[in-house]
């Protein structure tokens, strides 16, 4: 969650780059800054994010987003 300045900061830099096609799908894609990292979202079908692109000081971070509505399943470790 974003703290007050930090929203401030995301509306005042928040950009519609418009339609545009990953992976031959169509999405849409925003962008803006939050806490001196840059932050492109990749919207797909139904309004879900398809991937995530954070530019940092330490570097890019490409989080991919997919499976949705599928169950998961996580195993205790053997002990």
Do not use: C
């Not at 974003?2 to 928040?14: E, K």
């Not at 799908?25 to 692109?53: I, M, Q, S």
Request: glycine share 8%; charged share 20%; no cysteine.
């Amino acid at each position: 969650m974003f703290d007050v300045a930090t929203l401030t900061q995301v509306r005042r830099s928040v950009r519609d780059l418009g339609a545009q096609t990953l992976d031959g799908k169509p999405l849409h894609v925003y962008r803006y800054v939050a806490n001196g990292e840059t932050e492109t979202w990749y919207v797909g079908a139904h309004d879900l994010p398809v991937r995530a692109v954070i530019r940092g000081a330490q570097g890019t971070e490409v989080l991919r987003y997919s499976r949705y509505d599928v169950p998961v399943s996580i195993q205790p470790p053997a002990g």
